[in-house]
């Protein structure tokens, strides 16, 4: 049995000091010092064999973060890890302490295509893996012949379409050898909530941006454009993750979904949940009011659906622990996770063919608050999401 630990970490704007990374906005150099001070203690905390990164500008900053991680991480072992000659060196306990360094791990950076000059930079994605990769990462964000969704005016007709030629935000595949599998681990961070809004040509900025020209229709139709915007990229995440899961091999997603699991694309990622029964259903195909799938059907449906779907890490620890406790965001004194793991059903407790399971969640979001309450201590330099791990074990093939 091979056990391993798997997380996703938003840590919000990594890049070095004095860097003007979105308009007026920099680090000082001791503003950046607090912040790497501070990733490089979430890093020592999780201590995960893999790594999702969201929100990575540089992939320099990211590998002084580890560098910093793995300096604190050696010098606790030598203090808090017995030499192996005492008696007790090989209780259970320090196995669980002590910090393995990421000396020997293999970094994977996707830059993002839409990143711009000065003031108008745009974040990549970093994954980190203590195992390695298999082949070459991929990433996956131009959209080559662009990817043209066609739209049905419900007054009848055509209702044209709504393209997408490239996505916000780069979505990175790679294959990790874990003991005697390879897993295939998606790293995403989908279009966030806020509105998108168009600039006119030859116009300074959108009009909906001028807020003491409040447009509230304005800037709905911005939020309806992100919308569409994450769910056409939850599409295309969960085109990759299909072709994976008819290719036999096990997936595991990581990132920021900027909604909660229950949301539209969080559910185009996932795959539509099947009912208990189709033979209530009337077929496709119907010619009378009884013709209604049968019972090999409805078992075959079922079985489709069930095959390609992917379950929620965080869904299966709450279902195992019975509480309800984990969040990874928080916005306008709303809590809620936005932040994912999922896992195919290669992983799911249900399945008696399953190849692994997961053993534990763990969610680090006591940093996370808006500044919504007045006794609330927000700190702009610590990532705005919690970071969230699943410890996972895989059994032994034979």
């Known amino acids: 049995m091979t056990r391993f630990t798997i997380a996703s970490f938003n840590v919000k704007n990594l890049i070095g000091a004095d860097q003007e990374y979105y308009r007026f906005m920099h680090y000082t150099p001791e503003e950046y010092a607090w912040k790497e001070d501070w990733m490089a203690d979430q890093v020592v905390k999780l201590n995960a064999d893999i790594v999702g990164f969201q929100e990575i500008f540089e992939e320099d900053a990211l590998k002084a973060v580890i560098a910093e991680a793995d300096r604190r991480g050696i010098a606790t072992n030598e203090v808090t890890i017995p030499d192996r000659n005492k008696r007790y060196a090989k209780k259970a306990i320090f196995r669980k302490l002590a910090y393995s360094p990421y000396t020997d791990a293999a970094i994977a950076f996707a830059p993002n295509v839409n990143d711009g000059e000065p003031g108008q930079r745009r974040p990549g994605l970093a994954i980190l ?8 990462p991929v990433v996956i ?8 969704i066609p739209m049905q005016d419900l007054g009848g007709g055509d209702g044209g379409y709504y393209t997408v030629s490239r996505l916000s935000r ?6 990790i050898p874990i003991g005697n599998r390879v897993i295939t681990v998606f790293n995403c961070h989908l279009k966030s909530k806020l509105g998108e ?3 006119p040509k030859g116009a300074e900025f959108a009009p909906e941006a001028d807020l003491t020209r409040y447009d509230a229709a304005g800037r709905a139709l911005g939020s309806l454009r992100a919308g569409l915007r994450r769910m056409a990229e939850a599409w295309v995440l969960r085109r990759l993750i299909i072709d994976e899961l008819e290719d036999g091999h096990p997936v595991m997603v990581l990132g920021d979904l900027n909604d ?8 185009i990622i996932s795959g539509e949940i ?11 195909d119907a010619k009378s009011p009884n013709d209604r799938y049968t019972e090999e059907e409805d078992k075959q449906i079922r079985g489709e659906i069930e095959r390609v779907r992917l379950h929620s890490a965080e869904k299966l620890f709450v279902r195992k622990s019975m509480r309800d406790v984990v969040y990874t965001s928080a916005f306008g004194g709303v809590y809620e996770s936005i932040d994912q793991i999922l896992m195919s059903r290669h ?3 249900d399945n008696n063919n399953r190849m692994g399971e997961m053993e534990y969640f763990s969610v680090y979001n006591d940093h996370i608050t808006d500044g919504s309450h007045d006794e609330a201590p927000y700190n702009k330099l610590a990532s705005d999401h919690g970071q969230i791990m699943a410890h996972m074990q895989l059994f032994d093939v034979g």
């Open 347 to 349: 992983f799911h407790p």
């Open 141 to 148: 964000q131009q959209l080559k012949p662009a990817m043209k």
């Open 260 to 267: 909660n699991e229950n949301a539209v694309s969080s559910e």
């Open 170 to 175: 780069p979505i990175q595949k790679v294959r």
């Open 129 to 136: 893996s203590r195992f390695g990769f298999r082949g070459k």
């Open 274 to 284: 099947p009912f208990k029964n189709y033979t209530w259903m009337l077929r496709h």
């Open 197 to 199: 809004f168009v600039t």
